[in-house]
C-alpha cells in the first residue's frame, strides 16, 4: 500500500505540472509548441471601456495587504444541495455571508460563465446557448474579469470547466483582432484557431478542461468524470484513467496555490483563482457510461441522467439516507397541476412512480457527487490555510444555474427560470466578513463579477451591467430595490416564447439559431423577465406571460396572468411591472441596476421577514430545501 500511495502521488505531482499524458515528445512536442495560442495580456485597444485609474483601493487586510481571491464553482448545483456539503457549510457558511437570494440572470452553464467573466448580461455578451453558434464560439474574451485583475497586479489563474465548447469550437479573440487588422473584411475570411491550444488574454496559469476533443490530441472530456481532459496553457493534456475530475481539479488547484503562494513572498502579487468542478452536472463514469434511470408513461419510455460519483460518496449516511427527490413534497407528491403555464410546460402530466422513482436516484446521485467535491473544496482552504494565505483571501463559493427535480413536473434541466433553477447557492467568507450571516438583499452573478474587481482595486473589464455590492457586504441590507434580470432562449416551436408575437421582442428571423456573432448579431431572445422582491414576471416572445406572487405562492403554482379576472383587477400592478420589465429588457451598464417603481420597492425590514418566511416554508415543504438542512 505504501508504494502504491507513492505511485499515485507520482501521477498527480505529473498530472497537475502537465508532464503526464500530453502524448507528444521530442519533435511532436516542438511541432505543437508553434500551434499553441497564447494571447497577450493586455487586451486591443478599445476593449476596455473603463481605464485602470477608475479602479479604486480594494479590499485590504488589517495589516494593509491586498486580498487574494478564490472563486470555487459546482455546476448545475441547487441551493439545497449545501445540505450534501458538510465541508462548506462549516468552513465557510458558519464563518462568512450566505446571500440568500442569490439568483443567475440566465440560468444555463455557458451564458451564467459568461456573465461572470465578462460582467455583462447575456443580451450584452451575446452568448446564448450551450451550443453552436452561441456557446464559446460567440464569447470575446480579450477582456474579463482575468484582464482587470491582471493588470491590477493580480496573479491569475483558471482551472477546470470554462465555456460550453472551449476545446471544440473555435475562438472568436483571434478573429475579432484579425478583423482590426483587416476593416471591412467578412469575419468568415478570417482564419480559424481551435480553442484547445488557445489561452485567453489575462490568465497566468491555465487548466481549463476540454470538451470534445475526441483524442485529437487529448482523450477523454470534461464531462468524463474519471478520464478527464484540460489545456495546460494551450497544451491538451489527458488525466490519468480512473482519477475522479474532481480530485484532478483540487490537485492542479493546489499545484496553482502553492506556485502563487510562492510568487507572493517573492513579489507581493496578490492572486485570484477561478476554480470550476464540473460535479454535479451530468457526467460519464468509469467505463464511459453515463449513469441513467429509465422511466415509463404508458407505453412510452424515456431516460433521465445523473453524473458519476465514487463509491465511498454513495456510503455517506446523508446521501444513502436520501429516499425522495430534491423537488418532491414530504408527502411524497408533486404540484397538483400546471394547466395554468403557458405552452408545452402546461401539458406536464403529474410524475408518476416510475418517474419519481427516477428523480429520487437522480437526487441520490447528484448528492454523492456534490458530497465527494465537498471534500476536495475543503482540501483547498486547507491549504490556503497551511500556506498562511487563508486570512488574506476572500473565499467564493456559488452555482451557475439550478436544477429541475420534480418541480412543475419536471424531472431534470435548467433554463426556464423558475426559483429551483434561477435560484443559486452563494457564500463569501474573508478579511472582514468571517462572521455567520444571512442577507436577503438581492444579487446576480454580474453584480458578484463587478463585486469582486471592486473588491481587487481593478476596474471592471467593461461598463459593468452588475453592482459593486463589497460595501454592502461589508455592512447591512439595505432592501429590495432593483430587479433582477432574467433572460433565455429556446428554439422548439413546442415550447412558449418560440413564435416572435410580441413586438417589444427582436423579430424571428429564419435559420436565428444557426447564426452568430460571425454572422451578423441576432437577438434569439424568446423569454425576458423580472423578479423584484414579491413577484416574479416573465414575458415570452409570442405573448405568453407568467406572474407569481411569491409571499403568497412560493411555489409558484398560481400563474396570476392566467386569470383574466385578476389581471382585469390588477391593470395598475402589471403596468408598473412592464415599466420596470422594459428597463431591464435591453439595459446596459449602470441601467441595469436602475431603481424599481416605487410601488415594487420592498425596504430592509420586510424584505428580511418575508424572505426568511419563504424558506421557512421552503423547509416545512421539501425538508431538504434549506441551506442549513440535514
Known sequence: MPLLRSLVAALLVALVTGTLCSGRTGASAENHARTVVRAAVVPAGGIQSRSSAAAGRGLRTSDGDRVNIVEVLLDDMRVDDLAYAPHVRRL????????????????LCCPARASFYSGLLP?????????????????????TIATSLHQAGYSTGLIGKYLNGYGSDDALAPTLRWRQRHPGASLRRAPRVRSQYYVPDGWDQWYAGLDGTNCAPACGGQYSYFHYAYSHNGRPTSAPRGTYSSAVIAHQADHVIRTFHDTRRRTGKPFFLSVNFVAPHVGSGEGGRTPSCRY??????????????PAWAYRAPVVAGITRGAGVLRNGTTEPGVGDKPGAYGRLRELNASQRACVDRTTRDRAAAVYATDRYVGDMIRTLKRRGEWDRTVFVFWSDNGYFQGEHHRMDGKIVTYE????????????????????????????????????????????????????ALAGADTGWDVAVPFEFAVADPRLPGDHHRDPAFAPARRGMFRTG???????????????????????????????????????EWTNLAAGRSWLAAH?????????????????????????????????????????????RTMD?????????GR
Not at 620 to 628: D, E, F, I, M, S
Open 92 to 107: 465557510l457558511a458558519d464563518h462568512g455571508i450566505t446571500e440568500r437570494n442569490m439568483f443567475s440572470s440566465y440560468p
Open 123 to 143: 443580451h450584452n455578451h451575446h452568448v446564448y446557448s450551450v451550443w453552436n453558434p452561441y456557446a464559446y464560439q460567440s464569447f470575446d474574451d480579450r477582456a
Open 296 to 309: 415509463r408513461v404508458g407505453r412510452r419510455t424515456g431516460t433521465v441522467q445523473s453524473p458519476a460519483a
Open 420 to 471: 429551483p433553477v434561477s435560484r443559486v447557492p452563494l457564500i463569501i467568507t474573508g478579511p472582514g466578513l468571517r462572521r455567520r450571516e444571512d442577507r436577503y438583499d438581492p444579487m446576480t452573478v454580474v453584480d458578484l463579477s463587478r463585486t469582486l474587481t471592486a473588491i481587487a482595486g481593478a476596474a471592471p473589464p467593461h461598463d459593468a451591467d452588475g453592482r459593486d455590492l463589497s460595501a
Open 517 to 555: 456573432v460571425r454572422d451578423g448579431i441576432v437577438d434569439p431572445r424568446t423569454a425576458i423577465g423580472l423578479h423584484t422582491g414579491r413577484y416574479y414576471y416573465l414575458r415570452y416572445a409570442d405573448g405568453e406571460r407568467e406572474l407569481y406572487d411569491l409571499w403568497n405562492d412560493p411555489d
Open 571 to 615: 391593470r395598475s400592478l402589471l403596468g408598473v411591472l412592464d415599466t420596470a420589465w422594459r428597463r431591464i429588457k435591453d439595459c446596459a451598464g449602470s441601467g441595469c441596476s436602475a431603481r424599481l417603481p416605487s410601488e415594487l420597492v420592498v425596504d430592509r425590514a420586510l424584505n428580511a421577514t418575508r424572505w426568511q418566511r419563504w424558506w
Open 620 to 628: 416545512a415543504q421539501y425538508g431538504t430545501n434549506h441551506p442549513r
